[in-house]
């Protein structure tokens, strides 16, 4: 394949943590409040130098350990919402330009400085997000729009910093993308990735099993599609 190429515009980990009422999250804090950090910083297994999360049960872990959003989405995003989205409001790690992260292939590579990250799974939006982003209705409308950005598990462990080029050096041949998991469109394809993609979370192939048995239930009229 033809190398397709990126760059980070900036590398956000926690600014502070939130507290949250007790109708929203389960922990009664979150960490979604990132912010950009100058220089160049570590990558681990579990994501990057002073980022965490507070619900380690729903969030986090080797399959999430870095998430990544589009500058194009964010944009087309403030336009409709008519505010700024800087880098970070998503919750993002990285804010990345020149890359359709939310249609980027389970299971893609990207090399980013002397890192290499794994593309893992979509976005799923909460109360959590909503919360932080005090937008009516903005779990209903993201999960439409469907631009949910992408996590990323970490192979090559290394560093990261605004400027880096974002190298997509391999792409898996079943052609899912993060977006058709999200969507659950088209389950057939769902099952190709499964059965093809070994890397893939237990959390991923709960996806693809709910997106199944909706279908079945659509198929039996009990729902509409």
Request: charged residues 25%; hydrophobic residues 40%; negative net charge.
């Amino acid at each position: 394949m033809t190398a397709t190429v990126g760059r980070v515009l900036a590398v956000c980990v926690v600014h502070a943590e939130l507290e949250l009422p007790p109708t929203v999250g389960k922990v009664g804090r979150t960490a979604i409040d990132k912010r950009p950090r100058p220089g160049r910083i570590p990558v681990g297994p579990l994501g990057l130098a002073g980022d965490y999360v507070c619900n380690t049960v729903d969030h986090g872990g080797v399959h999430q350990a870095v998430y990544a959003y589009a500058d194009e989405d964010a944009a087309s995003w403030g336009a409709r919402l008519n505010r700024e989205l800087p880098a970070g409001w998503f919750g993002e790690n990285l804010r990345i330009s020149g890359l359709p992260v939310s249609d980027a292939v389970i299971g893609e590579r990207w090399v980013v400085g002397d890192t290499v990250l794994e593309v893992s799974a979509p976005r799923v939006p909460c109360a959590t997000f909503q919360f932080h982003a005090g937008e009516q209705y903005w779990v209903k409308r993201f999960t439409q729009q469907a631009d949910t950005g992408a996590y990323l598990r970490v192979l090559v462990e290394g560093s990261i910093g605004a400027g880096d080029s974002v190298v997509v050096d391999h792409r898996p041949a079943h052609g899912v993308t993060v977006r058709d998991l999200f969507t659950g469109t088209d389950p057939d394809r769902l099952q190709l990735l499964a059965a093809t993609e070994p890397t893939i979370s237990d959390d991923v192939r709960m996806q693809i099993e709910r997106h199944a048995k909706r279908r079945a239930r659509v198929s039996a009229g009990e729902v509409e599609a």
